[in-house]
């Protein structure tokens, strides 16, 4: 079975930092893109990062470009999100997706539950 | 960036109704179009992909057509268990985008 686990929201002030994990099994994870989507609360679904398979390409939404960094590492089945200078407006529940390929997003065929991050002062 | 342009928000249905949900695009998108359904405190659910395929293990009930820019979600006769958001999303070009989400609800 399909699973994603996210961890590491929690509680920050503006300005400080969190690293989120998205741990994944039941798939070849290597062999897959993976994408951090979230969702603030009440509101809808925005993208906001995606690595490639390899790890060697990341996309970035524009909001959050130079402050939130995504990795992988393959060795350990695991998806990172590493999010610096947080604003109020990143704010929301975390959720890791998974792309039916390794170089092409495309779609997102499996979701975590996600993890919120709330940053407030 | 391509906006995703969903009508309408929101829509009052009656058991065995049938539900149009339409999607529109700023731009061309191809077949690069897909649904999603998220129920309250769940993750979304894929149930349409590349306009028109069904996901694995979803009802048939659910259909999507459409190409470039203008899509449809159709459920053919609504359950209880499809009240719930549905969302469309680009996977044409980053950013990959979603619509704004159409509600349905009990009428």
Not at chain 1, 76 to 93: G, I, V
Not at chain 1, 95 to 100: E, F, G, Q, W
Not at chain 2, 51 to 73: C, E, K, M, N, W
Request: aromatic share 10%; proline share 4%.
């Amino acid at each position: 079975e399909v699973q994603l686990l996210e961890s590491g929201g929690g509680l920050v002030q503006p300005g400080g930092s969190l690293r989120l994990s998205c741990t994944a099994s039941g798939f070849t994870f290597t062999n897959h893109a993976m994408s951090w989507v979230r969702q603030a609360p009440g509101k809808g679904l925005e993208w906001v990062s995606a690595i490639s398979g390899g790890g060697g390409t990341t996309y970035y939404t524009d909001s959050v470009k130079g402050r939130l960094t995504i990795s992988r590492d393959n060795s350990k089945n695991t998806l990172y999100l590493q999010m610096n200078s947080l604003r109020a407006e990143d704010t929301a529940l975390y959720y890791c997706a998974k792309a039916p390929t390794p170089g092409q997003l495309l779609r997102f065929d499996c979701w975590g539950q996600g993890t919120l991050v709330t940053v407030s002062s | 960036d391509i906006q995703m342009t969903q009508s309408p928000s929101s829509l009052s249905a009656s058991i065995g109704d049938r539900v149009t949900i339409t999607c529109r695009a700023s731009q061309s998108v191809s077949s690069y179009l897909n649904w999603y359904q998220q129920k309250p405190g769940k993750a979304p659910k894929l149930l349409i992909y590349a306009a028109s395929s069904l996901q694995s293990g979803v009802p048939s009930r659910f259909s999507g057509s459409g190409s470039g820019t203008d899509f449809t979600l159709t459920i053919s006769s609504l359950q209880p268990e499809d009240f719930a958001t549905y969302y469309c999303q680009q996977g044409y070009s980053t950013p990959l985008t979603f619509g704004g989400g159409t509600k349905v609800e009990v009428k």
